[in-house]
């Protein structure tokens, strides 16, 4: 998967670095919402995780902010970001 691939479900935003790729996404579940991650490393399998669990959309929307703040701060750049 490059930077410019879709991934499957719910992609909220994907930031890049050096190649690599974040792409984060939302999946509704019993009792909330789940965010995960996806990184692509060039030549390496993906790794993915479970970054956290909300049941407040209030409270996903500052998690989110976070993310970001620390991804810009790390030198990551925004490829593509979802919009209502």
């Given at each position: 998967?490059?930077?410019?691939?879709?991934?499957?479900?719910?992609?909220?935003?994907?930031?890049s670095r050096d190649?690599?790729?974040?792409?984060?996404?939302?999946?509704?579940?019993?009792?909330?919402?789940?965010?995960?991650?996806?990184?692509?490393?060039?030549?390496?399998?993906?790794?993915a995780i479970l970054?956290?669990?909300?049941?407040?959309?209030?409270?996903?929307?500052?998690?989110?902010?976070?993310?970001?703040?620390?991804?810009?701060?790390?030198?990551?750049?925004?490829?593509?970001?979802?919009?209502?």
């Amino acid at each position: 998967m490059t930077e410019n691939e879709r991934a499957p479900g719910g992609e909220v935003f994907r930031y890049s670095r050096d190649g690599d790729v974040r792409i984060y996404s939302l999946r509704v579940v019993a009792g909330g919402t789940e965010l995960s991650r996806v990184t692509v490393v060039p030549g390496e399998p993906h790794s993915a995780i479970l970054e956290e669990h909300f049941k407040s959309a209030e409270v996903a929307a500052q998690y989110f902010g976070e993310i970001e703040r620390a991804l810009i701060a790390g030198g990551w750049r925004e490829v593509s970001r979802f919009r209502l």
